[in-house]
């Protein structure tokens, strides 16, 4: 069975940063395309970014230039490195896998497996 673990979040001023892990274990990471998304209460799950098999990636467009994502499958991990934070980036981060897919996705569907959530909160 795959299982996903964050960790990373936390509280940090605007204009900070922070860098969120996912774990993953369980079946063949180096195969699975990974994605990160966030949700805000009253909201639905929103797209952040995505990395292919290869390392190819892919951003939504409120945090091109500002965020980061990578993987190191030698330790089944993936990333998101969070540069100049805004409080509009405030909400709790969900890493997925794909096993179906090679490269990332902007759509939740298209993941089969998910974390448990790790807080940013980003004061003002």
């Known amino acids: 069975q795959v299982q996903l673990a964050e960790s990373g979040g936390g509280l940090v001023q605007a204009g900070g940063s922070l860098r969120l892990s996912c774990v993953v274990s369980?079946?063949?990471?180096?195969?699975?395309?990974m994605g990160w998304f966030r949700q805000v209460p009253g909201k639905e799950r929103a797209f952040v970014a995505a990395?292919?098999?290869?390392?190819?990636?892919v951003y939504a467009d409120s945090v091109k230039g500002r965020f980061t994502i990578s993987r190191d499958n030698a330790k089944n991990t993936v990333y998101l490195q969070m540069n100049s934070l805004k409080p509009e980036d405030t909400a709790v981060y969900y890493c997925?896998?794909?096993?179906?897919?090679?490269?990332?996705?902007?759509?939740?569907?298209?993941?089969?497996?998910w974390g448990q959530g790790t807080q940013v909160t980003v004061s003002s």
């Open positions: 997925a896998a794909s096993v179906r897919r090679y490269s990332g996705s902007y759509y939740p569907r298209d993941y089969d497996y």
């Open positions: 369980g079946g063949t990471f180096s195969r699975y395309a």
């Open positions: 990395i292919s098999w290869s390392g190819n990636t």
